[in-house]
């Protein structure tokens, strides 16, 4: 990936809370006890469990599924960048409005908090732009009404999953394809992946990327040209002119393999600073 200037990327993690948060009957807004469409009641669980606060930079760990996708709780226009409607969605054990709650999440300022019925998770949201956190989508077309997302990790490192109604106005959902190909410049998620090509399907090509410290091993930037199915055409800078000035660096026009077979990304970017 290209360096991050002046500090590495961290993954900071941080263990499930042992806070219990009371519901009360009668007590926040209607919608709080309504399956976010309206079209059923959500049984209130007697208590829910904070999962902390998850990654905040780099947002992958070895063995996480980040899923096709992610959704969202929009942003209000009224309110400024990173911050959403403070309205709680109920994720469900099945796809339906009467299934039984398995966790809920809405925004504290700017932050998507996580609270779960079973204890002892660790949060599984993501970031994917400035201050702004989702939850990976597993499930569920553009034209689904109901999407299945991970909201929590066990301490395996096992995802837990809810569904959504997608059709609630508040939810957004965005697909790794269309998401990352507008992203400014990119990286390898694994440097052991990493793997450049004359074309689609074509020869593979050794590129002088420059050596650095830290665990992305190299200083580089992937600008995205355009896409060919799981296949992207990109111009390589090594080292990274990305926040920097490098004398002499060398440029390249190449393609890699910027989704899997499953459609899970294996590239990523920087979501905050250079």
């Not at 096709?68 to 409607?85: M, Q």
């Not at 709650?101 to 994917?128: I, K, M, S």
Request: hydrophobic letters at 35%; a negative charge; charged letters at 25%.
């Amino acid at each position: 990936m290209h360096r991050q200037r002046g500090h590495q990327i961290l993954l900071r993690r941080v263990g499930p809370i042992p806070l219990t948060v009371a519901l009360l009957l009668g007590c926040g807004s209607a919608i709080e006890g309504a399956q976010a469409s309206g079209s059923g009641a959500v049984a209130r669980p007697p208590s829910l469990f904070s999962t902390g606060l998850g990654p905040e930079h780099l947002i992958y760990l070895p063995g996480w599924d980040v899923g096709i996708g992610f959704v969202r709780i929009l942003p209000s226009p009224d309110r400024p960048p990173g911050e959403a409607p403070p309205d709680t969605l109920w994720l469900l054990s099945e796809p339906q409005p009467d299934a039984e709650p398995v966790a809920r999440v809405h925004h504290r300022e700017y932050r998507l908090v996580v609270e779960t019925v079973e204890a002892g998770l660790e949060d599984g949201a993501l970031e994917v732009a400035y201050e702004e956190r989702a939850l990976p989508l597993l499930e569920g077309g553009p034209d689904d009404r109901w999407v299945r997302v991970s909201f929590a990790l066990d301490s395996m490192g096992r995802s837990r999953t809810g569904w959504l109604d997608a059709q609630d106005p508040r939810l957004g959902r965005a697909y790794w394809p269309t998401w990352l190909e507008q992203k400014e410049t990119l990286f390898f998620l694994d440097p052991d992946s990493i793997a450049f090509f004359t074309a689609p399907d074509g020869v593979r090509i050794e590129l002088p990327l420059e050596p650095t410290l830290g665990s992305q091993r190299f200083d580089y930037s992937i600008y995205p040209l355009s896409t060919d199915g799981r296949w992207m055409e990109v111009r390589v800078v090594s080292p990274s002119d990305h926040c920097s000035d490098p004398d002499s660096p060398a440029v390249t026009r190449a393609w890699l393999r910027y989704l899997s077979p499953e459609a899970r990304p294996r590239v990523w970017y920087a979501t905050r600073g250079c």
